[in-house]
């Protein structure tokens, strides 16, 4: 059974517009997560993460939101550039182990 | 700082036959991880190392999978014999302690491995 699950598995999105991509998980003993983006060809990427005890995390055109109460997780990009499109993963941790979902493809368009 | 290194970048094999990986961490991480990862699929841990000591293997398969880390730096993971569902991305990781909030993990380029 899927821990974390990422139900969309592609997102197209115009260039300058908001990128949404969505998480959920069905675990509620973890202590973070974080995101990683993945080029074609390259390994993940370490984007953003967010601790447990925290709703918001923000670094740039990058806010990560927190809904423990729904065991949602959401990734938010504005404003979208196409140099963002890639394969986005969500991983739960706790205690050492690492956990991803199985990516969504982000499409942004010129 | 260099990343994390690792090869060969692809492998075409036959099934049965064996394959070895090898991962070059960045400098200073103690902790080294294998993943694998199946075309439409996230990474799953194989492996993972704590200086040259074995933390969590409880999802290596371990009659045909094997890996090492002799000296505390470098890794190498075999497979031998290799099966068709063997065929995957194989990615080294290294932090610079185990995986935390702090540490996230960074990871090599992987080796594409494709059993015929």
């Known amino acids: 059974d899927q821990q974390v699950k990422q139900n969309s598995p592609s997102l197209s999105v115009q260039e300058g517009r908001i990128s949404i991509l969505n998480c959920d998980y069905t675990?509620?003993?973890?202590?973070?997560f974080l995101w990683y983006k993945k080029y074609p060809a390259e390994g993940p990427t370490f984007l953003i993460s967010i601790s447990s005890i925290k709703d918001k995390n923000e670094d740039g055109r990058f806010t990560v939101f927190l809904n423990k109460s729904a065991k949602h997780l959401s990734l938010h990009i504005v404003p979208s550039q196409p140099g963002d499109s890639a394969v986005y993963f969500c991983?739960?941790?706790?205690?050492?182990?690492?956990?991803f979902g199985k990516g969504t493809k982000l499409s942004v368009k010129p | 700082e260099a990343g994390v290194a690792q090869s060969p970048r692809y492998k075409i094999i036959e099934k049965r036959q064996s394959v070895a990986f090898w991962c070059n961490p960045i400098s200073g991480h103690a902790t080294l991880y294998w993943y694998q990862q199946i075309l439409g699929q996230g990474p799953k841990l194989l492996i993972q190392?704590?200086?040259?000591?074995?933390?969590?293997d409880s999802q290596l398969p371990k009659d045909r999978f094997s890996a090492e880390r002799l000296k505390g730096v470098d890794s190498t993971l075999k497979i031998q014999p290799a099966k068709l569902e063997d065929s995957a991305v194989y990615l080294c990781?290294?932090?610079?302690?185990?995986?935390?909030?702090?540490?996230?993990?960074?990871f090599g380029n992987g080796t594409r491995l494709t059993v015929t």
């Open positions: 991983a739960w941790g706790s205690q050492g182990n690492l956990i």
């Open positions: 990781a290294s932090s610079l302690e185990p995986n935390s909030y702090n540490s996230p993990l960074h």
């Open positions: 190392f704590q200086n040259n000591g074995v933390v969590d």
């Open positions: 675990n509620s003993m973890f202590d973070y």
